[in-house]
Nanobody
Framework: VQLQASGGGLVQAGDSLRLSCLAS????????MGWFRQPPGKERELVAA????????YYEDDVKGRFTISRDNAENTVALQMNSLRRDDTAVYYC??????????????????WGQGTLVTVSS
């Protein structure tokens, strides 16, 4: 199983970025898929997630209205569209897959597979 995250980079505050997670060895629609981020010196936190049936989307309060998670079953990818980026969005972003059946899977320990991370740096 491999999750390959891409799309990070250096942007200015207010800009947008689109992260993509390409899965191989698993089918994204069969897993609870999440995007985590880990700012420098801080804990890893879940920022967005999508359930297997796509009916429930989770967003961390700080990104609501700015970030959008989506899934492309044909391409077997999960994307995170990030708009109105702020300096405090600076972090390494990871995609992850969980086999749990809940609507919210917040704790990283419940995720079975992880991508390698992609760095997002937002400058003022």
């Amino acid at each position: 199983v491999q999750l390959q995250a891409s799309g990070g980079g250096l942007v200015q505050a207010g800009d947008s970025l689109r992260l993509s997670c390409l899965a191989s060895g698993l089918t994204v629609k069969d897993y609870y898929m999440g995007w985590f981020r880990q700012p420098p010196g801080k804990e890893r936190e879940l920022v967005a997630a999508i359930t297997r049936n796509g009916e429930y989307l989770y967003y961390e309060d700080d990104v609501k209205g700015r970030f959008t998670i989506s899934r492309d079953n044909a391409e077997n990818t999960v994307a995170l569209q990030m708009n109105s980026l702020r300096r405090d969005d600076t972090a390494v972003y990871y995609c992850a897959a969980s086999d749990r059946q809940y609507r919210k899977v917040l704790n990283p320990v419940f995720y079975d597979y992880w991508g390698q991370g992609t760095l997002v740096t937002v400058s003022s």
